[in-house]
């Protein structure tokens, strides 16, 4: 689910999400981008997903699960989005700017997962490497690779997606959906 890009692009996003935090903190937007003056691989369209960290605690994550705009535009924007506009947090002051630890998920397109129980399901989970997205009627819920690190066993992964997607811990069908 998340792909891995040469270091040099990886150290560029950093270098946006940063900037486009502290334009933020200036401007009140993202930080304007012109994609066409980088290279391909950051021009690609992909989904991205900024996770802001204060002492490890959460500060802000924001990102889409599909890709509708290039690479280095959606970290920009979801950089400035994370600090000023996660509903759950107030906006990133100038004070905290400097304790902000930022990681970047940049996904893959999502491939439907086949399973014919709970168990098998639990089974094809790598941990540290997919993250998940679970659709079942209304109710949706994802865990990036990320989440791996305090959930490390596969059955507790599922079973805290179960909760995040607003069904039972125990709660299982045929027609569940995961990618």
């Known amino acids: 689910m998340v792909l891995m890009l ?6 560029q996003l950093m270098r946006i999400a940063k900037d486009s935090i502290a334009y933020g903190l200036e401007h009140g937007i993202a930080v304007p981008i012109n994609y066409k003056e980088f290279v391909a691989e950051l021009q690609a369209q992909r989904a991205t997903f900024v996770t802001l960290e204060i002492k490890h605690q959460l500060r ?3 990102g889409m699960l599909e890709a509708i705009r290039p690479l280095i535009v959606d970290v920009a924007e979801n950089a400035f989005a994370a600090a000023f506009r996660d509903p759950r947090f107030p906006p990133v002051t100038t004070a905290e700017y400097s304790q902000l630890e930022i990681h970047l998920s940049i996904l ?6 086949s399973f014919y129980s ?4 639990v089974r094809q989970l790598r941990p540290g490497v997919d993250g998940l997205i679970m659709q079942e009627g209304g109710h949706r819920g994802t865990f990036l690779p990320s989440v791996w690190e305090s959930l490390a066993e596969p059955g507790d992964f599922l079973l805290h997606l179960k909760q995040k997607s607003g069904l039972a811990s125990d709660y ?3 027609s569940l959906k995961v990618s």
């Not at 040469?6 to 150290?11: I, R, V």
């Not at 893959?108 to 997962?113: C, D, F, G, K, W």
């Not at 709970?118 to 399901?121: G, H, K, N, R, T």
Request: glycine share 4%.
């Open 60 to 62: 802000g994550c924001i």
């Open 108 to 113: 893959s397109a999502a491939e439907p997962m």
């Open 118 to 121: 709970e168990e098998d399901l």
């Open 6 to 11: 040469l270091t040099s692009n990886q150290q």
């Open 172 to 174: 299982w069908s045929d």
